[in-house]
């Protein structure tokens, strides 16, 4: 007899906090994810704190912030410390039978930490000697070696097209079905823990025809435009997408198309979570286990005229959390009702200790992050990515960009796409003073109780050359 619930912890990659059908969304189509948050709950203010892949996969791990785990930025062979406590380390150590299916973005590529077992889809990268993951591999074996990449569209690119291979053998469908492999293969006497990670809807931008026509007579939502645009310098993060990625250059129409095809990719994982759910439900193990959705960051897709991550604005920072737990769970216990939708924030790094609760695993004592249930509810929470720095209560957010000295205050509740900069009508000072005092002895911006800038270059990009790094044939 297993009395532990089993773990369903699903992730995807880019999926904006509100790009779900349940929160209101006027175009996307999410039926699973709004099921799942009918059964559960969902957290409406859930922020990837360092919104870029590296960081926000080694904190949801190790349940530290950046200044805890010690990095702030997307750092290609950042590694987590031998000494340090996982997730699936520690639920490994409490009877779990631990495994990843899907994009890790670990290093070196193979590095399990913890895990089990890891049956990895790494987009292509081949870093510290990788020669192939495991999708390029099946692929490989099934004679597409040199056709993965051969649709033309990078990682990093503001592009789209529809999938060029049958839709089986797209990654997003290659991922829900290892881990349907996984629940065939599992070791049935003890409750297994499954990171099942999507690596989409991150680039590129290639959804399977058939999600694609989806959203052939669907309106596409204007992308946010700050008012803020036209006054002054602009922030660095919005400068960057312009400069390294040309994104300020592509044409309206594509702009538009890019969208639709992000909102298929979407609608595509959402589908292929329903595959994944219904073969837990034919093995009988769906009402014993405890689902988890996110995302690791989201997409700024548009608004601003910016694309990707590495930012604080709604789109990239702000990410889907939906909870539905298995069938002893103790609602009452918790004081959650089902449907039940929260607004007080929550940081990626809170779901380790959430999940060791669950899983009857001791929570290290030295860590950031707070269980979702212990109560202890957070009043603001702070966030650091490439010199630009946030704070949020959950109505309003306050950002601070070193470039420049830039302050921004926006109102979630009355201006949810952050148009307004609401710096010079309310005061900021308690705002930039809450920012000083989490950062005081961590981050050396602060001197003299204050916040030090940098300075702004101008409103002048720079054209990268190479800034797409696409693939090839890929041998
Ligand atoms: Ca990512």
């Not at 930012?311 to 449907?339: E, N, T």
Request: charged share 25%; aromatic share 12%; proline share 7%.
């Amino acid at each position: 007899m297993i009395d532990k619930p089993n773990i369903l912890f699903i992730s995807s990659d880019h999926h904006r906090g509100d790009c779900l059908s349940v929160s209101g969304h006027p175009a996307v189509m999410t039926p699973q994810l709004d099921q799942l948050s009918f059964e559960g709950v969902r957290f409406e203010q859930a922020y990837s704190t360092c919104p870029t892949c590296i960081p926000a996969r080694q904190m949801i791990m190790t349940g530290h912030d950046s200044y805890g785990f010690g990095v702030h930025k997307y750092i290609e062979s950042t590694r987590i410390p031998k000494e340090m406590p996982t997730l699936q380390g520690l639920l490994g150590g409490t009877g779990y039978q631990t495994q990843a299916v899907g994009k890790m973005h670990l290093f070196p590529q193979r590095c399990c930490y913890g895990f089990d077992n890891m049956i990895i889809c790494e987009e292509g990268r081949r870093l510290e000697g990788l020669k192939r993951d495991d999708y390029e591999w099946e692929l490989e074996e099934k004679g597409y070696q040199g056709k993965i990449w051969a649709h033309g569209v990078s990682n990093n690119q503001a592009a789209f097209r529809t999938w060029h291979l049958p839709e089986e053998l797209h990654s997003t469908n290659w991922t829900a079905r290892e881990a349907c492999k996984f629940f065939e293969r599992r070791d049935p006497t003890k409750p297994f823990f499954l990171w099942l990670s999507f690596t989409k809807p991150h680039p590129p931008y290639v959804p399977p025809l058939a999600y694609w026509e989806m959203y052939r007579d669907r309106d596409i939502p204007m992308p946010a435009r700050g008012e803020w645009l036209d006054e002054g310098p602009i922030p660095m993060g919005i400068m960057d997408s312009w400069s390294s990625r040309n994104v300020d250059l592509v044409d309206e129409q594509i702009r538009f198309n890019i969208i639709r095809a992000y909102y298929a990719l979407i609608t595509q994982i959402d589908f292929q979570i329903g595959f994944v759910l219904g073969d837990l439900r034919e093995r009988g193990l769906l009402e014993d286990t405890f689902i988890v959705y996110f995302s690791d960051h989201g997409d700024l897709m548009w608004d601003h005229g910016a694309m990707f991550k590495a930012a604080f604005y709604d789109g990239a920072a702000r990410v889907p959390l939906i909870i539905r737990p298995h069938k002893g769970f103790d609602w009452q216990k918790h004081s959650w009702r089902r449907a039940d939708v929260f607004s007080s924030p929550v940081a990626l790094y809170d779901l380790m200790p959430t999940l060791l609760e669950v899983g009857g695993a001791d929570i290290p004592p030295d860590i950031e992050g707070l269980s979702i249930f212990s109560g202890r509810k957070r009043n603001y929470l702070f966030g650091d990515c490439d010199g630009d720095h946030f704070v949020t209560d959950g109505r309003y957010k306050y950002l601070w960009h070193s470039a420049g000295g830039i302050e921004q205050l926006f109102d979630l509740r009355d201006d949810h796409k952050e148009e307004h900069n609401l710096i010079d009508s309310l005061d900021p000072k308690p705002w930039r003073q809450r920012l000083i005092s989490f950062l005081k002895d961590k981050d050396p911006i602060v001197q003299n109780n204050e916040l030090k800038s940098t300075p702004h270059p101008g409103n002048t990009f720079s054209r990268e050359r190479n800034g797409w790094h696409a693939r090839g044939a890929h041998y």
